[in-house]
């Protein structure tokens, strides 16, 4: 009798696992067990020990599939994380202080600058003109502006340091090897993915990493535009063709889609729609596809969502010049 | 023209440099310092005077030392200047009673406008101050006995009631009375309670002990 209630209990927890958190699987769990040892004490029927013993059995039973269910979605949480940590670009979790020390650093001089200048204006408006102290807010603006420019350059010395690895690989690989990656995501959200390969070689001439972070990067995006509850259709198109000898990759989505106000400023640095967003993402993209001579462009999707499209130029494969767009 | 004193403390010293030489282009005198230490250290003269005040100091903060400054009887208005355009900070050193808060970098326009300002609530605070020190000094004047008819009085006592609550004669009260309206050199009862209202209220203060 324990015994088939408990592989009834099983059932609800297997079930339940896929809609609840940890917390509501432990609670389940605990009901369960309740339920059983209440039915055991209510059950007077049949032996006491054979009871005894098939109460135990069918605790064991319902305790080992919530610890395998209570693993697994651990084992999936930490892919999901380990997917946003890979493919989202250079998120720095103190970026908010970085960007104001930045600010301060440039901010000083700044004011220095248009100080010194109100400052050179005003001694030569006098009605004695003092040309010696104008000079001397010349020369502080001047140092001063190389001061500014000084912190931009060492900014640009600290954001060069990544070297870059180009190296001869396939575009259609580097766009499957970063799917791969975020399997468990499409998943997690629900979201109906479709790869549509191009049946040959893209060959290209890129930093791998850095072409897996911009798709990444594109696809979290999509992601996050299909969040939204007002969002029913969740669709995801991916694509790779040729077009005038480039290899072309084009990612469509059917979420909020972008304004022309969106498309304009889309690929401005700090501009985000998000809270919490950055608004780097696809200006590192952007950063990274041009450093790469190819095009990234964003547009609105006659259907709704939105359309990336990045082109490359192909390094071997200029002969199959048909155009699969 | 009254002398007029804008100190500045600002831990760069380029940006120091540059209002100095500002400030000095439009005839307005300035001390400035590269820490608030060294600032206290310094004279200070009782004339119009603000202070332009980098929120961000090494050691301590600017805001802090707003803070601290009211409360150690150093009275003088502040203009805060930040390298951060810190939009809660600067709601913050407003409701504390600041001038302006000013992101570098400022205008002109907006930086002589708020040391304007500085000036005139530093006049009004010198003002006060002087009236203050004078009633303070008045005070200080009178004897005990005069002392005590005069929070009776302000407290709208008649001669009679006075002198009872006093165990005096009413004889009393009243050449104590004409003591006090000469030594206050006030010239009706009106003016006389004027004043012990401020004195009163110094009382409440503890700016003044009786
Ligand atoms: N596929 C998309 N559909 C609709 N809007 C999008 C899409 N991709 C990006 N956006 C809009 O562009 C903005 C900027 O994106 P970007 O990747 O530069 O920064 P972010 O995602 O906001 O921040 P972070 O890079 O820190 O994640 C987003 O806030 C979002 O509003």
Redesign the interface.
């Known amino acids: 009798m324990e015994i088939a209630a408990a592989v009834f209990y099983i059932a609800v927890i297997l079930v339940g696992a896929r809609f609840i958190s940890a917390k509501g699987v432990i609670v389940l769990c605990s009901i369960c067990t309740l339920l059983t040892v209440v039915s055991f004490f209510l059950t007077t029927k049949g032996l006491f020990e054979t009871g005894l013993i098939n109460c135990i059995i069918a605790l064991s039973a319902l305790y080992l599939t919530t610890y395998i269910i209570l693993r697994t979605q651990v084992a999936e949480n930490n892919a999901i994380n380990a997917t946003y940590q890979m493919t989202r670009i250079a998120r720095i979790q103190s970026l908010g202080e970085l960007t104001a020390s930045i600010a301060h650093e440039i901010n000083q001089p700044l004011a220095a600058t248009t100080a010194s200048a109100d400052a050179c204006r005003n001694w030569l408006m006098r009605d004695k003109p003092d040309i010696n102290r104008a000079i001397q807010a010349l020369e502080r603006i001047r140092r001063e502006t190389r001061r500014a420019s000084e912190v931009v350059e060492r900014i640009r010395r600290l954001s060069k340091n990544e070297i870059t690895q180009k190296e001869i690989c396939d575009l259609n690989d580097i766009v499957s090897d970063t799917l791969a990656l975020s399997n468990a995501l499409i998943e997690h959200h629900d979201i109906e993915l479709t790869w549509n390969r191009y049946d040959a070689p893209l060959i290209v001439h890129v930093d791998k990493v850095q072409m897996m972070q911009v798709i990444g990067n594109l696809f979290l995006n999509a992601i996050e535009a299909l969040q939204p509850r007002l969002v029913t259709e969740r669709f995801i198109t991916v694509k790779t063709f040729t077009m005038n000898a480039q290899a072309c990759f084009r990612m469509t989505d059917t979420g909020v889609g972008l304004s022309e106000e969106d498309i304009k400023h889309i690929f401005d640095a700090f501009w985000t729609k998000r809270d919490g967003g950055t608004g780097l993402g696809l200006t590192l993209c952007r950063a990274i596809v041009e450093a790469h001579k190819g095009i990234i462009s964003a547009r609105q999707n006659s259907h709704g969502g939105a359309i990336f499209e990045i082109i490359l130029p192909c390094k071997i494969n200029k002969e199959s010049n048909n155009s699969g767009a | 023209m009254e002398p007029k004193l804008v100190y500045i403390i600002d831990d760069?010293m380029?940006?120091r440099?540059?209002?100095d030489?500002?400030l000095?282009?439009?005839d307005i005198e300035t001390r400035s310092f590269d820490s608030i230490e060294s600032f206290l250290q310094s004279e200070k003269n009782p004339i119009l005077s603000c202070l332009i005040l980098d929120v961000?100091m090494p050691g301590q903060s600017g805001m802090d030392f707003q803070h601290k400054m009211q409360k150690n009887g150093l009275d003088i208005p502040v203009i805060f200047?930040s390298?951060?355009?810190d939009i809660p900070m600067s709601v913050t050193a407003i409701k504390r009673g600041a001038i302006d808060f000013l992101?570098?970098?400022?205008?002109?326009q907006d930086?002589l406008e708020a040391i304007y300002r500085g000036f005139e609530v530093s006049r009004e605070k010198i003002k006060q101050h002087e009236e203050r020190n004078h009633v303070e000094k008045i005070y200080n004047s009178l004897n005990a006995g005069e002392k005590a008819v005069v929070s009776f009085l302000i407290k709208g006592h008649l001669n009679k009631q006075i002198a009872a609550e006093l165990n005096v004669s009413e004889i009393t009260v009243k050449v104590r009375r004409a003591n006090i309206m000469q030594k206050m050199q006030v010239k009706s009862f009106a003016d006389l309670i004027r004043m012990g209202i401020e004195i009163e209220k110094m009382l409440l203060e503890g700016s003044l002990q009786i």
């Open positions: 760069d380029s940006v440099d540059a209002l030489d500002l000095a282009s439009v961000r200047i390298g951060h355009g992101s570098k970098p400022f205008r002109e930086i």
